[in-house]
Nanobody
């Protein structure tokens, strides 16, 4: 069993960058596929990015494609989300999740972190 733990959230002005990290406590990364999701106040949780168990395939929501990059660091046992050219609409709580197969659907993931807040001001 793995426990994802997110870090790296914060406040930034529009156009800025943040890097989120998700530490995989309890198991190595390669046992799972990993996803990042976000939820803004009053809105449903939405898919942001995902990476498969080998790290060889990545997937992105259209809204973040070209701005966000998901990656793995096997030496640190972390999954990272580099967020560039941030927009106010990126403001949300960001969650890291682990599951048996890569998916854009949140119910396909079994293990979730507590979330980290990202706030982008205009």
């Amino acid at each position: 069993q793995v426990q994802p733990v997110e870090s790296g959230g914060g406040s930034v002005q529009a156009g800025g960058s943040l890097r989120l990290s998700c530490a995989a406590s309890g198991r190595t990364l390669s046992f799972y596929a990993w996803g990042w999701f976000r939820q803004a106040p009053g809105k449903e949780r939405e898919f942001v990015a995902a990476i498969n168990w080998s790290g060889g395939s990545t997937y992105y929501a259209d809204s973040v494609k070209g701005r966000f990059t998901i990656s793995r660091d096997d030496t640190e046992n972390t999954v990272n989300l580099q967020m560039n050219s941030l927009k106010p609409e990126d403001t949300a709580a960001y969650y890291c999740a682990a599951g048996g197969g890569v998916s854009r659907l949140d119910h396909e993931y079994d293990y979730w972190g507590q979330g980290t807040q990202v706030t982008v001001s205009s």
